[in-house]
């Protein structure tokens, strides 16, 4: 277990720089990370979460540019990362930023507004 987490760090990180360095496409928002990565044991797949600051809109568009470039990111990845198979990506789009901050402006709103009463 101790092996896979260390791989899916280490894909995270290097998916990290390829994406913000290495892809010119323009429907990929400059606001995208990678969240987290999920390995399979046997290397064949890899979930790759990603966020995106904006909308719906921008979240779609970022799953196409990632999935149209998913070749060259994997290749990339094959030759950064010595793995013994370089596993398929599958890229599913995270909310948890958008939740978080979503959250963050519900309690300051509460707060604001508790302030107001008193």
């Known amino acids: 277990?101790?092996?896979?987490?260390?791989?899916?760090?280490e894909v995270k990180k290097v998916l990290s720089e390829i994406i913000s360095n290495d892809i010119k496409d323009p429907r990929l928002p400059m606001l995208t990370s990678i969240t987290s990565v999920e390995t399979a044991r046997d290397l064949k797949?890899?979930?790759?979460?990603f966020s995106v600051l904006g909308g719906e809109k921008e979240r779609a568009d970022a799953l196409a540019a990632l999935k149209s470039a998913s070749g060259f990111i994997r290749r990339e990845l094959s030759r950064k990362v010595k793995l013994r198979v370089t596993p398929e990506l599958r890229f599913v789009s995270d909310r948890s930023?958008?939740?978080g901050v979503y959250m963050s402006s519900l309690i300051n709103k509460i707060i604001k507004d508790d302030e107001s009463k008193e």
């Open 45 to 49: 797949y890899a979930d790759v979460y």
């Open 97 to 99: 930023i958008e939740n």
């Open 1 to 9: 277990m101790e092996r896979i987490n260390r791989i899916n760090e």
